[in-house]
């Protein structure tokens, strides 16, 4: 995911708030963190959307994830035992991988969703552009951080 040609960088106000989506907190919990009104943080998740080409909140986690505008969190987490079929719901959820790549019984009806939910769950998770993040601390999507190039300052 790239930035549309031309747009404005994320300030300081676009970052908190795109922390606060990571951590999965609500709109209305990040405008009483902030403190914000409900209809700036709104407005700022709208804006991040439109710079980084992201529609939706797992988007835009993954783009301010994987452009290097917002480390995952750090220490503390335990990685929850994972199995291949988690990993492959994850990649799908952000686009690293084709939904056709999934089992065909996860793309039937809702059991997506619902395979999304209870993976929530398990992992502790509050939304899924939260898991997104827990996923990305755990390095269980590597595409999603950004690696320091040897010799380059980080």
């Known amino acids: 995911m790239t930035a549309p040609v031309g747009v404005r960088p994320l300030n300081p106000s676009h970052l908190a708030v795109g922390r606060m989506l990571l951590e999965g907190e609500t709109p209305a919990g990040t405008a009483r963190r902030l403190p914000m009104f409900i209809g700036t943080v709104r407005r700022r998740l709208t804006e ?64 997506f969703l619902t395979y999304l939910e209870k993976l929530c769950v398990r992992c502790g998770a509050r939304t899924d552009a939260h898991l997104v993040t827990l996923a990305a601390a755990w390095n269980l999507l590597p595409d999603l951080v950004p690696h320091p190039v040897p010799g380059e300052e980080q």
């Open 48 to 111: 991040i959307g439109r710079r980084l080409g992201a529609a939706t909140a797992v988007d835009r986690a993954v783009a301010l994830l994987a452009g290097g505008h917002l480390p995952p969190p750090s220490g503390g987490m335990l990685t929850p035992g994972l199995r291949s079929v988690d990993i492959a719901v994850l990649k799908v959820l952000t686009k690293l991988v084709p939904e056709d790549t999934l089992a065909e019984d996860l793309r039937a009806g809702d059991a």
